[in-house]
């Protein structure tokens, strides 16, 4: 080999002849996988950072866009247009909920409230709801919603319903500003010419009183016009409409006893098809306090129909007028003697309960210990003074009386929900296709 002045021995660079002067042994395990974890480390930290680094740059970006958050909403409102702000509740859209079917993007106007209800587009935070703001900006009403800019937010995404109250008239039409975006869209329920109801047929048919001094009643429906009308909420069957007892010299004077207002729920605003008519079960009257005389069970359905819809009755007067024997509401079904029918075994003792429903008492059932039943056509029932039920056949001879253990044939089947002595608690009921047998 060749020695060189340069540093270079033969054609060898120095630094590879240096190499000649290293030791050679195998290398320490621990020391490798120590350095291989380090870097391994040092690789993973710099790669979620990255990562974090593009999530929150990217999230910004889309929750600008998508949210709006990089926007003044409230610039979008011209400040010479913009009257004072009307009041928004937000909630949760949630079943039960007179706005279920609704669907999203959309309106109702509720003309018994005066309100409008908006049911979101988009989706939020169920720990953290958007707030909302409205105005009726020249001429038109303008409803904002703006997300939770709330750090500790839930991921559990919601729809939520934008309420406006103190709305004077109903709009056509309801500009949205949500998401970062401006929409137009319609309000379900809206209506430019007559109160809605005054179009439809409506009665209200009263039961027998009851021995605790109440009414039952149903509301007869009946659309014979030919156009489509739309009930926006829940309104038909008292269900939400103020409810009382007036003088019938008064039919306009103020609800006495009023009744409870109820939350239902239904399908939403329900269009009314040219030719539709039901019987829907209606409220409860309560007429123990009041003083002999004539008076008027109504429904009052505000801005939806000009006059309440009301039926006559009289509390008798004291003494000799007070009957010993109040006829009770029974519910029936189609079955009448010689039609055909089902052979599942129906027992239990004859009894009433504290609304003066008739039921079968059979505790030794369990799920069926308390049995709400619906009789064949015509039966009628009784209560005395003393609480005790008598059942009678179509002819109107009693079949049998409270205490006795009756045994029947007829079938089970769900609840049918209109009938004001079938309580929503008994999710089934039996229906009696028999004679009465009374078991010794």
Do not use: K
């Not at 169920?126 to 703006?146: K, N, R, Y």
């Amino acid at each position: 080999m060749t020695d060189h002045a340069d540093g270079e021995t033969g054609d060898r660079p120095a630094v590879i002849a240096e190499l000649d002067d290293v030791r050679i042994a195998p290398p320490p395990l621990r020391a490798v996988i120590d350095a291989g974890q380090s870097v391994r480390h040092r690789r993973t930290i710099l790669a979620r950072i990255a990562a974090m680094s593009v999530l929150l740059v990217g999230g910004g970006l889309v929750a600008a866009e998508v949210l709006g958050a990089d926007r003044d909403i409230d610039s979008l409102i011209p400040a010479e247009q913009a009257t004072d702000p009307l009041s928004v509740a937000v909630s949760q859209h949630a079943v039960p909920s007179s706005l279920v079917g609704v669907p999203q993007g959309l309106a109702t106007w509720d003309p018994a409230a005066r309100a409008l209800t908006y049911v979101s587009e988009g989706v939020y935070s169920s720990s953290c709801l958007p707030t909302g703001t409205a105005h009726d900006s020249d001429g038109s009403l303008v409803l904002v919603l703006t997300a939770s800019d709330e750090d500790m937010c839930t991921r559990v995404g919601r729809i939520v319903d934008a309420t406006i109250a103190g709305v004077t008239d109903a709009p056509t039409e309801l500009s949205v500003i949500e998401n970062g975006r401006t929409r137009t869209v319609p309000v379900r329920g809206a209506t430019t010419g007559d109160r809605p109801f005054d179009a439809l047929d409506m009665a209200l048919v009263l039961g027998d009183p009851r021995p605790d001094g109440t009414i039952p009643s149903r509301l007869r429906v009946e659309n014979d016009t030919g156009e489509t009308v739309t009930d926006p909420g829940c309104h038909l069957g008292a269900f939400s409409a103020p409810t009382g007892v007036v003088a019938q010299d008064d039919p306009d004077g103020a609800l006495r006893n009023p009744g409870p207002i109820y939350l239902a729920y239904c399908a939403g605003p329900t269009d009314l098809e040219p030719g539709y008519a039901a019987t829907l079960p209606g409220p409860t009257y309560r007429t123990a306090d009041l003083a002999p005389g004539g008076y008027l069970a109504v429904v009052d359905y505000g801005d939806l129909r000009t006059s309440r819809v009301g039926a006559p009755f009289e509390v008798p007067g004291g003494g000799g007028d007070t009957p010993d024997v109040f006829r009770v509401d029974l519910p029936t079904n189609h079955w009448r003697v010689g039609d055909r029918g089902d052979l599942a075994l129906i027992s239990g003792v004859l009894a009433v309960d504290d609304r003066g429903c008739v039921y079968l008492d059979a505790p030794e059932l369990r799920a069926r210990a308390r049995t709400y039943v619906l009789w064949p056509d015509d039966y009628t029932a009784t209560v005395d003074i003393d609480g005790e039920p008598t059942l009678y056949d179509p002819t109107g001879t009693p079949v049998a009386r409270g205490g006795d253990r009756l045994s029947l044939g007829g079938g089970y089947g769900p609840n049918p929900g209109s009938e004001p002595c079938l309580p929503d608690s008994a999710t089934e009921v039996a229906s009696v296709q028999s004679g009465v047998t009374i078991v010794e």
